[in-house]
């Protein structure tokens, strides 16, 4: 049922991924490693998120979500609250970390962030992530949860105006969740997220997962 929906969608809800005491856990363990903002981007090279990167992808209702083979190649924290507030508009993930930059006519969208190069993924890539946003406390209707458009991530990279044009004809479908649930979905998917109105802190774990070969030459910045 789980992967009809993410095949269909490109998102999917999985409750329970993670029980109170280890969503404590890990934000024990995060502390002093997320910086100042509202967000860091590296984080896979932590132990406790090296081992949540396989706990998830072994757990019930995630196991037939991420392809067998497949690597978690980023893990990024996010953190939103009337403190620490931001938008995001209407929007598909992608670019992709890797090791170094390469020439090559398919490749584009260069960035240098964080002392790590982003590239835009080739689409025979993008079609294959998966990214799986754990969340470490509850995320209501206030709290600024990503609100997606059904069915997009199937429509290739979409430009801004057809974006828009798209939204407005699909409509978009809000995802809040509970302490512990993982909003699983295709970075391609359309997803935008409102400012946080509410007094709580939205803090996720945003992984991504993808094949662990990549083309024209490319490597992840880091792959466990």
């Known amino acids: 049922m789980l992967a009809d929906a993410f ?10 991924v993670l029980a109170a005491d280890g969503c404590a856990s890990v934000l024990a363990d995060l502390q002093g490693h997320t910086g100042q903002g509202p967000g860091a981007r590296h984080l896979l090279t932590l132990s406790s998120c ?3 990167a396989g706990q998830l992808r072994a757990a019930p209702g995630l196991a037939d979500l991420i ?8 893990c990024t924290y996010f953190e939103k609250s009337r403190d620490s507030n931001w938008l995001v508009a209407l929007h598909q993930d992608l670019s992709i970390p890797v090791q170094r930059k390469m020439e090559h006519p398919a490749l584009k969208g260069w960035a240098l962030k ?15 992530l998966v990214a799986v946003r754990v969340h470490l406390e509850d995320c209501g209707p206030d709290d600024g949860p990503l609100r997606v458009v059904p069915g997009s991530h199937a429509m290739g990279v979409i430009d801004s105006a057809d974006a828009v044009q798209l939204r407005d004809e699909r409509g978009e479908v809000t995802c809040p969740a509970a302490q512990g649930e993982a909003l699983v979905m295709r970075p391609l998917l359309l997803h935008a997220s409102s400012k946080a109105s509410g007094s709580s802190r939205r803090r996720v774990l945003h992984f991504l997962f993808g094949p662990a070969q990549l083309p024209y030459g490319l490597a992840w910045a880091a792959a466990v």
């Open 7 to 16: 095949a269909r969608d490109g998102f999917v809800l999985v409750p329970g």
């Open 50 to 52: 090296e081992r949540l």
């Open 67 to 74: 392809p067998p083979g497949h690597l978690a190649v980023q």
């Open 114 to 128: 964080e002392a790590t190069y982003f590239v835009q993924a080739p689409p025979q890539v993008l079609e294959q």
